[in-house]
């Protein structure tokens, strides 16, 4: 099956600076990559998605980018807000299966 | 429109006990998943349904047992609670999109301890 492996687990960014998080799949099938936002005791929000067949999207602070031939995607947030302090998940999806990163928790110090 | 709700939200169960946690949705979708959530692991899945009338093993089948009882509800049983199967628990629901893949939308959880 697939595995998605997900980096770094931690990661403290001060306020206004850049965070990038990263993931590989193994799985030529997938295609499609949702990230998600975790906040602590509350259930994972879908903040942002990429399909196979684009390289890049972007949606205001956010983006992700997606390299299919090295299996890997990454989300970018810019200019951080101690808002954006979460949890944020990836996973890749195949056929209707998701196959989910084990997280990063994201610290924003303001 | 409720998206993906969840019963109960907490829960204690006492090693040996049953019980079952209900999940429904109101997106019209066909595919629903249950996933457990434990510390370091991410969501992993238990079952899935790809719709009405089916369902699969996931990840970490054992000790669970699932029903798909309509479109809109999906059930997930504990028969002999372990405390091993102390987490949070996870419905979804997701729907093929027309620019490919299944967006997924997440219910609320519920936090079961087994003592």
């Known amino acids: 099956g697939e595995n998605v492996e997900q980096h770094p687990s931690t990661l403290s960014v001060q306020e206004g600076d850049s965070a990038v998080i990263k993931c590989t799949y193994s799985d030529s099938a997938s295609n499609y990559f949702p990230w998600y936002k975790q906040e602590l005791g509350k259930r994972p929000q879908l903040i942002i998605d990429i399909r196979s067949n684009v390289g890049e999207k972007k949606d205001q602070r956010i983006a992700v980018t997606l390299n299919k031939t090295a299996k890997h995607f990454s989300l970018h947030i810019t200019e951080t807000q101690p808002e954006d302090s979460a949890v944020y998940f990836c996973a890749a999806n195949t056929g209707n299966q998701f196959y989910f990163g084990t997280g990063t928790s994201l610290t924003v110090i303001p | 429109n409720a998206g993906v709700t969840q019963t109960p939200k907490f829960q204690v169960l006492k090693t040996g006990q049953s019980m079952t946690l209900q999940c429904a949705q109101d997106m019209n979708h066909n595919s629903m998943y249950w996933y457990r959530q434990d510390p370091g692991m991410g969501l992993r899945l238990i079952y899935y349904s790809a719709s009405e009338g089916t369902t699969d093993k996931g990840e970490v089948p054992n000790g669970y047992n699932v029903s798909r009882l309509n479109k809109r509800e999906f059930s997930l049983r504990l028969e002999s609670a372990a405390p091993s199967q102390t987490s949070v628990y996870f419905c979804?629901?997701?729907?093929?999109?027309?620019?490919?893949?299944?967006?997924?939308?997440f219910g609320p959880g519920t936090r079961l301890t087994v003592t």
């Open positions: 979804a629901s997701s729907e093929f999109s027309s620019g490919g893949g299944y967006e997924q939308y």
